[in-house]
């Protein structure tokens, strides 16, 4: 049972109850955080006799023996930052690199290029717990220093293990995050020890640990005061030989239903077989994991430890592409945004760590909300609006660094008002897209069934997806409104009878009951979002550039340009006529490519665009996230 009181305690304030505890032989553990005084115990306690009420803000009945870890807790689930990482919630998080640091030369190599690649934090052991004393044992504080020395070359904070409460010190003045490996997962000394560092903690669960194991020794690290706790699933000991170990999937939904932590898994020592760590992080993510640690190698058959294990940089590459595709399906991010481009920077004085206003439609709720936080992070700033334009409008007068607007949907098609204001706004460029599964769910003000609804609210689109939905609503009125969070705001204020079609997080701030879920026609329903912004850098990294063009209205004229991408093998991902504004039964071609505008062959390519067509005009390039291999 967890006690939170209203304020922190003083001592006579804690000696008191612990006195009155006493009488009835309990032992109350206090805890105190930053605002108030917890008191946690094992047991239930009659605890309003004791203090009075009025000192008790709530009381958590867990009803198991790890309490601090509990869900119960923390209904909303743990999120904390590592440098400009956010792990948790919505964030998908991937920690890369080698087993062990075994050099400057394969520890910066690694590290450029999972940093390039799209990790968010880089591994490396320094000192390794290894089954034979005559293995490589790690590079110790050497090594530590050069994954320092990683951080600030490569912007990515570091994890590495801590193996001894002596060792934890040292592995805390230069780490980010302090590893406990799975032989020590029970050693309470060591928890003891990174409890009270303070540092964010990845806990790896033991090979013979059951996850009440896992989460009772994650408790110690709570009970210390350190929230920041990372849970790790890397397999547990089975009758299975063709593996390293088995690696236990069902553990993922269990935590997640039995604690608020973040969890993630590692199928490098999940498996030990290099092929088989892409499927099983693949699976990861889609049971509803909050990252993956994998380990990366330069040259995995010459590691000192763990190379059959180890990704090659050409199979960290897929990993990362294979994963931002299954993230979209179940509703995490993989990257942060494309970073602030350097003329940005370079204008404006800022840094990456400055908050930026990102300018979307709609308020807090609707989709395009949850894409500027996904992309941004949290502490970007917000700038609803109420119209597309308005949008575009921000971003070129600099009101907003970034805009955040729909393009296309996989049901209802392309979003024409955007391709138009794109061509209109010719100072705004596209430096990103973002794709959302669009789940539309009918949320009703409480107490409402759906035979006595009378009034539904919903975007057109919202209409739109849920064709089947609606056959069966027979005699509701529909009312149409401007976005999916004001359809439940509507029905909110409304009242009794009211319902609307809405996104789940929209439904529970209007603190509607979400009585259907998923009521689209088609569940591969998604949205494509392009990010908007004044400045644009091209990146050879970028792998698909969008342009508009215009031809001559003669005979061929639309082939003779196609031909250009087919000579020189460039794949046309996309290509959409729209109207010329002003110019009847005219048309102009909207066109996204595979390439970038750096490389030699591309920019040639280009050139020769430019001099086939009567209008030529390059919108931005960016990473593509929906690449299949
Ligand atoms: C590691 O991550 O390098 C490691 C030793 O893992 P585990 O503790 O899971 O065996
Ligand atoms: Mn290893």
Redesign the pocket.
């Known amino acids: 049972m967890i006690a939170v009181f209203v304020k922190k305690l003083t001592r006579e304030e804690k000696d008191g109850i612990t006195r009155s505890l006493g009488e009835l032989r309990f032992s109350p553990f206090f805890l105190d955080t930053k605002a108030a005084t917890l008191l946690v115990t094992e047991e239930k306690l009659p605890l309003e006799k004791l203090t009075g009420e009025k000192l008790v803000e709530r009381v958590v009945e867990t009803g198991t023996p790890y309490q601090l870890v509990h869900r119960a807790f923390r209904p909303e689930g743990t999120e904390f930052t590592v440098g400009r990482t956010e792990i948790g919630r919505e964030n998908l998080t991937v920690i890369a690199g080698p087993?062990a640091v075994e050099s400057e030369e394969q520890i910066f190599r690694t590290a450029e290029e999972v940093s390039r690649r799209g990790a968010h934090l880089l591994r490396g052991?320094a000192y390794?717990?290894r089954t034979s004393p005559y293995s490589f044992q790690g590079m110790g504080e050497k090594a530590l220093a050069l994954l320092a020395r990683a951080r600030e070359l490569f912007d990515l904070p570091v994890v590495t293990?801590a193996t001894s409460p002596e060792n934890a010190a040292i592995v805390a003045q230069y780490a980010d995050v302090v590893?406990i490996?799975?032989?020590n997962m029970q050693n309470f000394e060591l928890l003891k020890a990174v409890g009270k560092l303070g540092k964010p903690v990845l806990l790896?669960r033991g090979m013979s640990a059951t996850v009440e194991d896992l989460l009772m020794a994650a408790e110690y690290i709570l009970s210390l005061g350190n929230f920041r706790v990372i849970l790790c699933e890397?397999g547990i000991r089975s009758i299975e030989r063709l593996t390293r170990n088995t690696l236990d999937l069902t553990a993922i939904p269990l935590i997640k239903e039995l604690s608020h932590l973040p969890v993630i898994v590692?199928p490098s020592?999940g498996t030990g077989l290099r092929e088989k760590v892409i499927p099983m992080a693949r699976s990861a993510v889609a049971c509803g994991a909050d990252g993956v640690m994998v380990e990366v190698h330069p040259d995995p058959d010459r590691a000192l430890s763990d190379g059959p294990q180890s990704l090659s940089f050409e199979g960290f590459r897929r990993l990362i592409n294979e994963l931002s595709v299954i993230g979209v399906l179940v509703g995490k991010e993989l990257t942060r945004a494309s970073k602030i481009p350097e003329t940005y920077e370079q204008e404006k004085g800022v840094s990456q760590e400055d908050e930026v206003t990102v300018a979307f439609l709609g308020s807090a709720g609707s989709f395009s909300s949850q894409v500027a936080r996904r992309a941004f992070g949290k502490n970007a700033h917000p700038l609803s609006s109420s119209h597309f334009r308005e949008v575009f409008k921000s971003v070129s007068t600099g009101n907003a660094d970034y805009g955040v607007v729909p393009l296309e949907n996989t049901i209802t098609g392309s979003i024409h008002a955007n391709y138009d204001l794109l061509l209109e706004y010719s100072g705004i460029y596209v430096v990103g897209e973002r794709f959302v599964r669009v789940s539309q769910h009918l949320g009703v003000f409480p107490g409402t069934r759906h035979e006595n609804m009378q009034i539904l609210f919903a975007h057109p689109q919202g209409f739109a997806q849920c064709g089947r939905f609606l056959e069966n609503s027979e005699g509701v009125k529909v009312l149409n409104v401007g976005n999916t969070e004001e359809a439940a705001r509507r029905a909110a204020e409304f009242g009794k009878g009211a319902g609307c079609i809405s996104s789940e997080e929209a439904i529970i701030r209007h603190r509607l009951e979400l009585l259907e879920e998923e009521i689209e026609d088609n569940p591969r329903n998604f949205t494509r979002f392009i990010i908007l912004s004044r400045f644009f850098t091209p990146s050879p990294d970028d792998d698909k550039v969008s342009c508009f063009f215009t031809v001559a209205n003669l005979p061929g004229s639309l082939f003779s340009v196609l031909k250009i991408f087919a000579e020189r093998e460039v794949n046309l991902l996309k290509l959409e006529s729209r109207p010329q504004p002003g110019k009847p039964w005219e048309y102009l071609f909207y066109v996204d490519w595979e390439g970038n505008l750096v490389e030699e062959r591309f920019r040639l390519m280009v050139n020769e665009l430019e001099r086939s067509t009567s209008f030529f005009r390059v919108l931005g390039s960016f990473r593509n996230l929906w690449k299949k291999e």
Request: glycine content about 16%; some cysteine; proline content about 8%.
């Open positions: 087993c052991g390794k717990p293990e590893q490996g799975a032989r790896k890397r590692d020592h």
